[in-house]
């Protein structure tokens, strides 16, 4: 690849989620904004620039009051069976999947932090090919590490198997590496990985 198409690319991939990022907050913004029963809250001595700050205020709050009641069903056996039910329904769609999948682990990492997440393991399941899987932090009786080896890209699938300890291999990755590269298939590009593409074209260069 050449430098100016390597300089544009990186270009994209530095502002292209910014632009996305603002006008996703303006989308949501003016959506607040014009929800109904907002408006039906507001009282009529407003003043007139003051509304739109009155109706995102009142919509946080309403959103939060949500979040919170979401949170205690999903503490019932009710919410978690609903909970799985969704995912498996949107598993289900292609296209969908992967960006509700990456979505919920960004929250989830988020929220609860990277401690919770297992270190990241290399195991060769096959001679000469190797398989991401995550530590669980157990242990079995005869000494085996119990691992979960999740599916690319629906990593809400997988295997739970237990290993002899000398078969897994550290890949001194972060789980957030390990989790972008099993989500996009593969396709991601990581500081453990080289082009195998561009590698070629370099070498047939010097020849």
């Known amino acids: ?105 960004a929250v989830e990492t988020a929220l609860s932090g990277t401690d919770e997440l297992q270190t990241p393991v290399h195991l060769e399941t096959w001679d000469g090919i190797r398989m991401t899987a995550f530590k669980t932090g157990k242990k079995t009786t005869d000494g085996k590490v119990v691992l979960f080896m999740p599916t690319a890209p629906n990593i809400t699938s997988g295997y739970v198997i237990e290993v002899e300890p000398e078969r897994i291999t550290e890949t001194n990755e972060s789980v957030e590496e390990a989790m972008t590269r099993i989500l996009s298939a593969g396709f991601a590009e990581s500081a453990h990985q080289i082009p195998v593409e561009e590698e070629g074209r370099n070498t047939a260069d010097r020849d």
Do not use: C
């Open 1 to 105: 690849m050449s430098t100016w198409k390597r300089d544009f690319a990186s270009g994209l991939i530095v502002l292209v989620p910014l632009i996305v990022l603002l006008l996703l907050v303006q989308w949501i913004y003016r959506h607040i904004v014009a929800l109904p029963f907002i408006g039906e809250l507001e009282p009529g001595w407003l003043p007139t620039g003051v509304e739109p700050v009155y109706r995102v205020v009142i919509a946080i709050v309403v959103f939060t009051t949500l979040v919170l009641a979401v949170g205690y069903f999903m503490r019932t056996t009710m919410g978690r069976v609903a909970e799985t039910k969704l995912d498996d329904a949107i598993n289900r769609l292609p296209a969908l999947r992967v960006v509700y999948n990456a979505s919920k682990l």
